[in-house]
């Protein structure tokens, strides 16, 4: 039972890991279009993110996959970057939230992208479960409950800056993703593989 616990707190240290800040990027990415009301749609998203996350995972932890980790660490600023112009060319746009869109496989596949990210360390440290499928998968428990105190906050300064202080929808999103940009913008060049 103790693996248990520690499995999940991995999972929730994995998101929550400021020097990890990645992941909180695109998380945050995926909900500052979004207000409460919408909390369905935003947890779908996450989830997907989550499960292409844990595919990846598997896949390497059970060497079904191999990618080379500077391609790797490249393609996920690369992610981040492509969600927040997404956020800044749609971001007022009100029918984005009435279709499924290619959202929900970009965020499948970003998923898969930063899951491959993480699994030379998932491999590391649970090479010698005997039981790998049960550790990721509370690993994978422990990154949604963290993703959803992410979203949660992110849903939450949206609401207020949107009632309180008066920010538009459109700003609102073009702000925070310009801001994500701005920030991403040097691991692209740290992590650039020309």
Not at 43 to 62: E, I, M, P, R, W
Not at 149 to 167: A, E, K, P, S
Request: hydrophobic share 60%.
């Amino acid at each position: 039972m103790s693996n248990f616990f520690f499995n999940v707190k991995y999972g929730l240290n994995h998101v929550l890991d400021i020097n990890g800040y990645d992941h909180l990027l695109f998380l945050v990415l995926l909900a500052v279009p979004y207000i409460f009301k919408d909390w369905k749609r935003v947890l779908v998203l996450v989830s997907l993110f989550t499960l292409g996350h844990t595919l990846s995972l598997v896949l390497a932890a059970y060497d079904m996959v191999s990618v080379d980790e500077k391609l790797v660490e490249f393609l996920i600023p690369i992610t981040i970057f492509v969600a927040a112009i997404y956020n800044v060319f749609t971001g007022g746009l009100e029918d984005r939230n009435k279709k499924i869109s290619v959202l929900f496989f970009t965020a499948l596949a970003f998923g898969i992208i930063h899951g491959l990210g993480f699994a030379r360390e998932f491999t590391m440290v649970f090479g010698d479960e005997s039981d790998k499928l049960l550790a990721l998968l509370e690993f994978a428990l422990g990154i949604e409950l963290a993703q959803v105190i992410i979203v949660f906050v992110i849903l939450f300064l949206g609401f207020l800056f949107q009632t309180i202080f008066r920010f538009s929808k459109r700003d609102w999103v073009m702000v925070i993703s310009s801001m994500v940009i701005g920030l991403v913008i040097p691991i692209l060049f740290e992590n650039s593989i020309f």
